[in-house]
DNA sequence: CAGTGGTCTAGACCACCCG
DNA sequence: GGGTGGTCTAGACCACTGG
């Protein structure tokens, strides 16, 4: 085992070392990673010891188990997070994914509010873009999306058709980064006049803002959104305990 | 052991017997179990599977472990939930326990939506109130709160200052009820006239709408509750992996 | 059937808390 | 110092998956 702090644990640094192959892509997302009998002989522990250290990466929703089969990267797929918080569905009364029209996408220089949510590192360049989301005709959704041009220069030479209605599977395939985790922050305002004309809303009616930073495995920030909907559709469920 | 499924594994047979023992207050809230070496020689197993048992338990939140200290009966206290969802302070900043003020206590015939909500079985009786919650004499949040009478008759008795501004302490030192977990939905609605004179909001003004079962630590329902506060002091924030 | 993860054991030793 | 939970071992055996 390489570099690892040696006051942890031996599990701890264990799951470090895994943590680190997983933000290397040695170890792919979809992928196996090697047999837990291996993993012990590698290193020289008892299997226990790297089944700790599997625990808490699963813990972390870095891996996923499944018996009979392997241990997995676990692609985290919360694209489906609008049904977290709008009960969105066609007329049919069926969940579909919304179709993205992206209305605009630009380089500019990183506005302050951009460069605090990605922590990014004085002047530098960001990808900005806006999105409307709709079913079936109804727009659903606006969203303001910020990426740091640095990691997504290739973006930007895409085709609408290449990006297509999710964003993160393109991010994966044409720019290399991996959305492992996220944060996010919901508030209600009265829409504005841009928002309003987009949502085909009232000046003024309710809506719900819900701010995401996403982040890598590596836990870097790589996307910062604002998506706007409205209040009557929302819908939120927890489980507290 | 006893009488419990044996087509689980010896962990998950173990984990229901302390569950029962938490149900049934065998293990009382706040109190500390049996150490996990007693434990392995009282059931004759393996200490091992003792602590992959309690895991279980810890990880849904039944019991909480102290290095050093011993192993404890969770007492669930998310009756600062209010601060989860909301930005309520006072003026100087400050996190506070509203005052709550009883606008009412009555005993009545369940309506049918309590009915569901309890899962009550036919016609029975329940204790309805509405309180007021303030802090700093402004009016934050006005809640209906519905108890099944078969379980909290003595509540009917006590004194405005024996309740006191959080129920949950009360429904257990009084009632012997102890909530161990909720499940809450939260939606957006416009204020109602009754509410908006309570609130002093204008009639319409956008308010979130939480509503709240909570259960036993046997999985029944206690309480019921419709909380509403202004949707313009409406915060929250989840991390998603 | 071979290969994977899951369960369970019996015990040694460590880390921490508190009187 | 005595008691608690936490780590780690070495190995046996079970349960499930997929070719």
Redesign the pocket.
């Known amino acids: 085992m390489i570099a690892n702090d040696p006051r942890l644990?031996?599990?701890?640094q264990l799951r470090d070392e895994f943590a680190l192959k997983i933000a290397n892509q040695d170890w792919r997302p979809g992928e196996?990673?090697?047999?837990?009998?291996?993993l012990a002989k590698t290193y020289?522990?008892?299997?226990?010891?790297v089944?700790?250290a599997?625990d808490v990466l699963v813990a972390e929703g870095m891996l996923e188990?499944?018996?009979?089969?392997?241990?997995f990267v676990r692609r985290a797929k919360f694209d489906g997070s609008l049904f977290r918080f709008f009960r969105f569905q066609t007329r049919s009364g069926e969940r579909k994914i919304p179709t993205s029209h992206i209305l605009n996408r630009e380089t500019v220089e990183a506005p302050p509010s951009v460069i605090a949510a990605l922590r990014l590192k004085g002047r530098v360049k960001v990808i900005h873009m806006s999105r409307l989301r709709v079913i079936e005709e109804e727009p659903l959704l606006v969203e303001d999306i910020w990426l740091p041009y640095e990691k997504f220069a290739n973006f930007m030479s895409l085709s609408i058709e290449q990006i297509g209605d999710l964003l993160y599977p393109a991010y994966e395939e044409h720019c290399g980064q991996v959305v492992a985790s996220a944060s996010e922050t919901l508030t209600v305002e009265g829409v504005n006049h841009a928002d309003a004309k987009q949502l085909r809303l009232r000046l003024g009616t309710p809506i719900v803002v819900i701010e995401r930073v996403a982040f890598g495995y590596d836990q870097e920030p790589l996307e910062w959104r604002c998506s706007r909907g409205p209040a009557n559709h929302f819908y939120y469920h927890v489980d507290i305990r």
Do not use: N
């Open positions: 644990v031996r599990y701890q196996a990673i090697p047999a837990q009998d291996d020289g522990l008892a299997i226990g010891t089944r700790k599997i188990r499944f018996q009979g089969r392997g241990t």
